[in-house]
């Protein structure tokens, strides 16, 4: 009999399930280690957890491993009919129906119970004479023989395994369509994404994740500490009543100032994939809890796609023109009400539009930043003809300045980017980049360069427009919502707590995107930007830097 060398790692039954699924499924799972945990696995658990409760006295489940076939696994059940030890596999779903609608196996199902039969064979020294598959959805048990073609079958797939495992390259999508919209990784794989990357006419569906409706805790107050008590987070407020959250309704926790977290609250938060970040109490971020876990593979391509300059340069050259059109369109969304300014508004539209038709073929970074730098200057100085004759001087802009801000525009300007910077962070840890590793910007500050790349993409929709929106509609107290210290200006507790409520909610608002075509929400866009950058040394690029005001 053919077997594998010993000394290899052994591979999992289940990921021979997904091979057989989908090589990709297989290569995500088992090379990038990414995982997702959909509805469908969750029901899957309730129903092995029924079925344990339900166990008679032949009923077994137990972990096997076998070096010399190179496979391990977590038997579902084994019972003995007629003196023959028999593996069951249990399936919520129905059978697969052939031309005589006789029921039988799915092809992946159909490997993995032959792997736990061979593998009972190898590591237990018993004859195994087959396996069956339950499918309760339509209550078809299944019966599948183990004879010399199954045995070959499951030695083919762990040598493919073993392949596949080696390889630097992740394999295409499947022509199967149909198998993406059952599938648990969809939200990171990007199927449809990756085939409207090769053909502009394809009509993808959603298959990216339902927005995220859990909260981002925004611990503003000084002093405050944030424990655990059970499954929930626990917030002591100097002179307030302790105020206790679920778990399970929280998506970020943002320590403003002074705020602390104990280490149990800290270690539960990163199991509960819940994002840390701190900002500081003058508005500045300062850094987020790394909570990536995982293979290195993914960075390691990272690494070599951000470390050629032209990939490097092409990135930045969307990057640039993306934050260009972005802010020009936005001046053009003011150009009606501008009244006596118009002029003025017209002349650096004008001027962005000349200097935006030069950026595709900008010859390096240097050049990209001159340009960059020639754009943010007609966009800041025509920012003033948007505001409304109603609002106070004090609310007025004049220049872009920082570090710190010495008027109130600027520093509601810098407490929102530090913000979205938090929220960009946030995405980047999320899918599994390194934020060192950027494109364009370089290492300057505790913000790290591709947070600092992809920023850019969303600062006029989610800052710019969001802080013009406000002052215009007279939602600041020039006295109370801001803390003037000589020539610098901070935001006021009340003032920041202000700024968060309406920075989150227009997180929530949706946007269609102009490529995949689908809507979804600015919280949603952060995260699908940066997976959508990852595809761009995947094979898969052109739709990243393509979010641009309408």
Not at 12 to 28: E, G, I, M, W
Not at 202 to 222: A, G, K, N, S, Y
Not at 232 to 255: A, I, M
Not at 475 to 490: C, E
């Amino acid at each position: 009999m053919q077997t594998l060398d010993s000394t290899q790692d052994t591979i999992r039954v289940s990921a021979l399930h997904a091979l057989a699924y989908c090589p990709r499924l297989f290569y995500l799972e088992e090379v990038e280690e990414l995982y997702t945990q959909d509805a469908a696995v969750f029901a899957g658990r309730r129903l092995h957890v029924e079925l344990e409760k339900q166990e008679d006295e032949d009923w077994e489940d137990l972990f096997l491993e076998s070096p010399e076939l190179g496979l391990r696994g977590r038997v579902d059940a084994l019972r003995t009919r007629d003196g023959q030890t028999i593996p069951y596999e249990h399936k919520r779903g129905r059978c697969y129906r052939d031309e005589n609608n006789q029921p039988q196996a799915w092809n992946s199902d159909k490997l993995q119970i032959l792997a736990y039969a061979y593998l009972i064979e190898s590591a237990l020294g018993i004859p195994i004479s087959e396996g069956r598959i339950r499918y309760h959805a339509d209550n078809v048990l299944v019966h599948v023989p183990l004879d010399d073609l199954g045995r070959a079958t499951v030695r083919d797939a762990i040598q493919q395994a073993r392949i596949l495992r080696q390889s630097s390259h992740r394999p295409p999508v499947t022509d199967n369509e149909r198998m993406c919209v059952r599938c648990s990784l969809s939200p990171v794989c990007l199927p449809e994404e990756a085939r409207l990357a090769h053909n502009r006419e394809w009509q993808p569906m959603r298959l990216f994740p339902p927005d995220d409706e859990r909260q981002v805790i925004h611990v503003l107050e000084p002093g405050t500490a944030v424990g655990r008590t059970g499954e929930q987070l626990k917030l002591s407020r100097r002179g307030q009543p302790v105020e206790t959250v679920p778990v399970r309704q929280v998506g970020q926790l943002v320590l403003h100032s002074f705020s602390q977290i104990s280490t149990q609250a800290l270690h539960f938060c990163v199991t509960q994939g819940i994002g840390v970040h701190f900002i500081s109490g003058g508005g500045r971020y300062i850094g987020s809890f790394d909570t990536r876990q995982g293979s290195i593979q993914r960075r390691i391509h990272q690494y070599q796609a951000l470390s050629q300059p032209d990939t490097c340069l092409e990135l930045a050259r969307k990057l640039v023109t993306c934050r260009g059109q972005g802010q020009r369109k936005f001046l053009m969304r003011g150009k009606r009400g501008s009244q006596g300014k118009s002029a003025k508004l017209k002349r650096a539209i004008a001027q962005m539009k000349a200097v935006l038709k030069n950026v595709s073929s900008a010859p390096s970074r240097e050049s990209l930043l001159g340009l960059e730098g020639n754009l943010a200057a007609s966009y800041f100085a025509a920012l003033p003809c948007l505001i409304a004759a109603t609002v106070p001087p004090e609310l007025r802009f004049d220049h872009r300045n920082r570090r710190p801000p010495k008027d109130r525009f600027n520093a509601l300007l810098s407490f929102g980017y530090a913000l979205l910077i938090k929220d960009v962070m946030n995405a980047i840890l999320t899918v599994g980049l390194e934020p060192a590793l950027g494109f364009y910007h370089q290492p300057r500050s505790q913000a790290s360069p591709l947070a600092l790349d992809l920023m850019e993409i969303f600062r006029v929709p989610l800052v710019d427009m969001v802080v013009m929106a406000s002052i215009n509609k007279g939602q600041w107290d020039v006295q109370a919502d801001f803390d003037v210290r000589g020539v610098q200006v901070w935001l006021s507790d009340t003032g920041r707590r202000k700024f968060v409520g309406l920075y989150e909610r227009r997180k929530q608002e949706t946007w269609k995107h102009p490529v995949t075509g689908y809507s979804l929400t600015y919280r949603r866009l952060l995260e699908l930007e940066v997976r959508l950058l990852e595809k761009e040394w995947f094979g898969e690029g052109g739709l990243f830097g393509q979010l641009i005001v309408r």
